[in-house]
């Protein structure tokens, strides 16, 4: 089968409106594992993650599939397809509310994202101005590369306030905050409400809770079969339906749990249930920039988490549960254009670290036939 393409991270948004207060910056955002693609933006010594400001995310759904590319199968169905359709999505932000982190055997909450449903929208064309955060299926398939299964599109501010386009004024207290965020599945791909989907169709639900990562703030994760791993496959077992341990990891250290008295399925404090590990990277003695840092349990031989090192060569990898790990350092590979490392670009390595399907690392692409972005 071909490669295919998934969406990765998000697509360049420009920010637009803020005439009377502070004008949007409009950065391409990578979060979690939070590096720019151009190294002169990259903020040093450690990147800033992207998160929202403020809870709930409301996520709004256009519904509307050209019958021309009636791409989603709903067969199974029992209500309105596009309710089936809506659940699919609304499971994929349940996944990651529901994320937990095992702490000393025990599975934990240490986040407390949440995130709601605010309705329908007719928006056909991602519109990252607008601050409504449209997931939908009819966008011009000319805006999808070749083999691009779905993308998220988003828009990250870092002053205090900024305008949306219809001249609400929102605020980013501190750092870097998501301001939109919109997601399109490519028409001419086939999808299906069932997560035991058919050879040559993807799980909605699948892609759809890949993409609701970036769209909560997760970048890519190097290490296969988990949730933000950027490759993907139209088998059955090539789709992610369940967090791995990164994916958790990850979105807690975004949305961690503060007070566990204070919502009813955060279970434990991020900053005390979790440790983190920090080093640094140098080859020849000069420090690495972008390598690929594997944290793995020394009981289990699992892979826990991963990241990637600032451009002084240094890393710290947060929400580590209490163990004993040995940490893996992996090159990323370099970007043929412009000679550098695209830092969310795993490229050399479609299988991932810790992935049995592939029988060597870095590993053979052909085991894959997407790439999610
Ligand atoms: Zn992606």
Redesign the pocket.
């Known amino acids: 089968m071909m490669r295919k393409q998934?969406?990765?991270?998000a697509k360049s948004a420009a920010l637009g409106g803020a005439a009377l207060l502070l004008a949007f910056s409009a950065v391409i955002l990578f979060a979690y594992n939070t590096f720019q693609d151009n190294i002169g933006t990259v903020q040093a010594p450690q990147p800033v993650a992207s998160r929202w400001a403020s809870l709930p995310v409301t996520w709004l759904l256009n519904p509307y599939i050209p019958p021309s590319q009636d791409n989603v199968n709903t067969s199974g169905c029992a209500i309105a397809p596009s309710s089936c359709i809506q659940q699919s999505l609304a499971n994929g932000f349940t996944t990651w509310i529901s994320a937990t982190v095992n702490i000393q055997g025990t599975p934990q909450s240490l986040t407390d994202l949440s995130a709601s449903y605010g309705g329908t929208s007719s928006v056909q064309t991602p519109d990252v101005t607008d601050c409504k955060n449209v997931v939908g299926f009819s966008d011009s398939a000319s805006d999808f590369s070749t083999g691009t299964v779905a993308f998220?599109e988003l828009a990250t501010v870092t002053a205090s306030q900024y305008s949306c386009s219809d001249g609400t004024i929102k605020a980013c207290p501190s750092g870097s905050c998501i301001a939109d965020a919109d997601i399109e599945f490519n028409p001419t791909e086939n999808f299906t409400i069932s997560n035991s989907p058919p050879s040559g169709t993807f799980s909605l639900q699948s892609v759809a809770t890949?993409?609701e990562g970036?769209l909560l703030g997760m970048d890519?994760s190097g290490i296969g079969h988990t949730v933000?791993f950027?490759f993907g496959d139209t088998t059955a077992t090539g789709q992610q339906l369940a967090l791995a341990s990164d994916d958790a990891i990850g979105i807690s250290s975004l949305y961690p749990c503060v007070n566990p008295a204070s919502g009813p399925s955060c279970t434990a404090k991020f900053s005390t249930a979790t440790g983190k590990i920090s080093g640094t990277v140098t080859l020849n003695s000069a420090g690495t920039f972008g390598a690929h840092v594997v944290a793995i349990d020394t009981a289990t031989g699992d892979v826990v988490t991963d990241g990637l090192t600032a451009p002084d060569g240094s890393y710290t990898l947060v929400g580590v549960p209490p163990g004993n790990y040995n940490v893996l350092v992996l090159p990323l590979a370099p970007d043929a254009n412009s000679g550098i490392i695209l830092l969310d670009d795993f490229s050399g390595w479609e299988c991932g670290y810790g992935d049995s399907n592939c029988s060597n690392i870095p590993q053979n692409p052909t085991n894959y036939t997407g790439r999610?972005?």
């Open positions: 998934f969406f990765a991270g998220t890949h993409e970036h890519h933000m950027p999610f972005f």
